[in-house]
């Protein structure tokens, strides 16, 4: 059934004046009543919203379809549920599978009338829960006053990021490649700390049972003082025993999280090989935009913002006289900073911009300071508000440690070993803290709906103040380092040698063989091929973007996505039709470091790969290419008239890889 709603799917988006109805429809059948659990209605929304992007359809038509079927298709739940209330759970697939009914019954108990609300974004029982609606008896106008809300909160979480990604691949050339991969971390960002804080809420009552389950039969087995700590925790009357629990995992998890990264860093291997290419990666991206863009997010790390966060916090639990809170807190935060402090100059490891002399970032004390400040604010704020409030204050305080993260990572401020090992070791102090203020005050603290405002403001005002004082400015970038010159005779002799013979993905790993090597310039190296017939890429579009699911294109007609060699995306992509529609050969080259003397200038030299790549058919409605493993890269032999304009100066062998060195003529 999935299949085939797929199937017409991507037909109807085909035609950008009939996707309205499929959003329409897509959003209405996704919330029926086991209808909903085999209808993937978040495929069309992204599609739907990245048609909106690229200027094909209305934001507005879009967001109206989508809100429009989602209440309709709650609406219909209700009413089923409410109409045959008896019958219900006699007809498949409940009768089989009656642990669906009871799932949706337990929710909808613990949360009442904002389970319908919170159901929208959990797939298992978002058809389930408007049923168990209609069933309990829930007041229809209550009823339709929280599936309003939801539908209304869940059409832009979804159709948003498309409109996002569709708006940015309009854009062509090198800066398109940036754009996109900006955009992507930025809307990465957020879906990531959202489904990160959904994921630890849905899974907070499983986990703390099981590590209650263990915890128990540890405690009747030994009596001691650890034994009636443990005993208390798990008493049923005491208030916040399940985040007491939560927190222990937390500071057990952190706590190996961080010894893992840092024998990754002292051993070198394999963590640090992530490092230099994500760090190759994130400068090979920059743009001035994209330095401001970052650099302004970067202030809600600074200084002057977890400063007054700090003050606020401190003059709130003043204010509400919890003294030992805030000691705690601040003791913390000074004695993190103090060992982070001497672990920095034990490992003595350097930031990756060379410009950064004066600093040792293992492990980050930049991102270990946001994550007590954000972290241990979270975490006062969600004892005090309702759970969708908490849901939201949670995932942005992991929305903010994320973006402070990358805008360091990004200006080389430290690799990324070093911002998971700070945020590690901090979440294991903003645990451990949590765990002494819920210990020391077990009974929950006055309800404060309108703390996060506050601190909002707060938020906003530092930042503001900050931008009022000079727009924040981005760290200056490491200066590239000049290519290496060399004459011919030393390139063909010695040279080729010291180019790597694979290509090595993001974690070192070797990839596709590295069989050319190539002396010309970009404008010489494109005349050439596209007077032997190579494409350039494909320019993506909107048509490029329908193309991907669509269920009879020609390979040629896909896009051809740069891939990455240690971190560095590949310069030049070349296309050219293979034998067949499902065929074709792609070309891609990377710098390599070095500049060829020809008596007159240095001419950049390149090396490439080649791979003969065909459409798999099976993957569809999502159409995939993959280098065809029967046209080994090894038998492509480059010689003069074969399709690439260029002299062939030697053919070597690189460890077992046939390796063509050729110049251009004009070379």
Known sequence: ??????????????????????????????????????????????????????????????????????????????????????????????????????????????????????????????????????????????????????????????????????????????????????????????????????????????????????????????????????????????????????????????????????????????????????????????????????????????????????????????????????????????????????????????????????????PSNHVAATVIVYGFLAFLLARRVGMLEGLAVVTASMLMVIVVALAGVYFGRYWVSDAIGGAALAYVWVAIVALTAMLRHPQPPPLRRWMPAIVLVVVLASIGVQFGLGMPAAPQDASPLPLARVTREQWTLTVWKRLPCYRSDMGGDRKEPLTLQWVSDRDSIRRQLRGEGWIEGTDLSAHSLLSLASPDVAAAALPVLPKLNNGVPSSLVFMRPGDTRDQRDVLRFWPSGYAVDNGTAAVPLWVGAIAHERLSRSTWPLNILRVDKRASPFDVRVKPGDGLGAAVVATVSCHGVPVSLLASASQ
């Open 1 to 362: 059934m999935e299949q085939a709603y797929l199937h017409l799917l991507h037909l109807l988006a085909g035609h950008p004046e009939w996707t309205l109805t499929v959003v329409f429809i897509a959003a209405f059948l996704e919330a029926v009543a086991v209808i909903g659990t085999f209808v993937p209605g978040s495929t069309a929304m992204f599609l739907a919203g990245a048609l909106t992007g690229t200027g094909s359809l209305s934001l507005g038509w879009v967001l109206a379809c989508a809100i429009a079927g989602a209440i309709a298709g709650d609406g219909l739940s209700f009413w089923l549920g409410s109409r045959y209330e008896s019958r219900i759970v006699q007809l498949w697939p409940f009768s089989r599978h009656p642990e669906v009914l009871e799932a949706g019954y337990r929710f909808f108990e613990k949360h009442g009338a904002k389970s319908v609300v919170l159901a929208r974004f959990v797939g298992p029982l978002r058809a389930i829960v408007p049923v168990v609606a209609g069933m309990m008896g829930m007041p229809p106008l209550r009823f339709y006053a929280m599936n309003l809300l939801s539908a209304l909160l869940w059409a832009p979480a979804h159709i948003l990021p498309g409109v996002v990604f569709g708006a940015s691949v309009l854009l062509a050339g090198a800066v398109s490649f940036r754009l996109v991969v900006i955009l992507a971390l930025l809307v990465g960002s957020v879906w990531l700390s959202y489904r990160a804080a959904a994921f630890l809420l849905s899974h907070a009552n499983a986990w703390s049972g099981a590590a209650g389950r263990h915890l128990g039969n540890w405690a009747c087995r030994h009596p001691g003082p650890l034994g009636r700590v443990a005993r208390k925790m798990l008493d049923p009357e005491a208030p916040d025993a399940t985040s007491i629990l939560v927190a222990s995992l937390i500071v057990l998890v952190c706590g190996a999280l961080f010894f893992g990264v840092l024998q990754d860093v002292i051993a070198g291997d394999p963590l640090t090989h992530v490092d230099q290419s994500v760090y190759r990666f994130m400068q090979s991206v920059r743009t001035p935009w994209g330095d401001a863009v970052l650099a302004g997010l970067a202030t809600l790390g600074s200084s002057a913002t977890l400063a007054a966060l700090i003050v606020t916090v401190a003059l709130w639990m003043l204010w509400e006289r919890r003294w030992r809170t805030v000691g705690y807190w601040l003791a913390a935060v000074v004695f993190s900073q103090m060992l982070i402090f001497a672990l920095q100059f034990a490992m003595h490891r350097a930031a990756p911009n060379e410009s950064m002399t004066d600093a040792y970032v293992f």
